[in-house]
Nanobody
């Protein structure tokens, strides 16, 4: 079965930076789309950033200019560089993958087939 494992979360002060990683394994086909999502206490899961097989990216308005999504295909790894972190960025962060062609909005959780277990990011004021 496909496995996605996140790492790199932690606690930082407002204005700090973190880099999240997501290692993918257990698949034989090609990943068509990858995404980062987050869920804070008392809130629903929301899309943060997405990247397709050609490298095209999509970002939520709340993180534009601060977060950058990227991937290293030979290493089967997805990244999320988070700069200028704010307390409102505090959440559990998840990576997700889609193997089928098609789909619609890349920041919709329903678009993805597989999910990691998440890594916690806490930003203090």
């Amino acid at each position: 079965q496909v496995r996605l494992v996140e790492s790199g979360g932690g606690s930082v002060q407002a204005g700090g930076s973190l880099r999240l990683s997501c290692a993918a394994s257990g698949y034989t086909g090609s990943i068509r789309y990858l995404g980062w999502f987050r869920q804070a206490l008392g809130k629903s899961r929301e899309g943060v950033a997405g990247i397709d097989s050609l490298g095209s990216t999509t970002y939520a308005d709340s993180v534009k200019g601060r977060f950058t999504i990227s991937k290293d295909t030979p290493k089967n790894t997805l990244y999320l560089q988070m700069n200028s972190l704010k307390p409102e960025d505090t959440a559990m962060y998840y990576c997700a993958a889609r193997f089928k062609y098609g789909g619609s909005w890349p920041l919709s959780p329903e678009m993805y087939n597989y999910w990691g277990q998440g890594t916690q990011v806490t930003v203090s004021s």
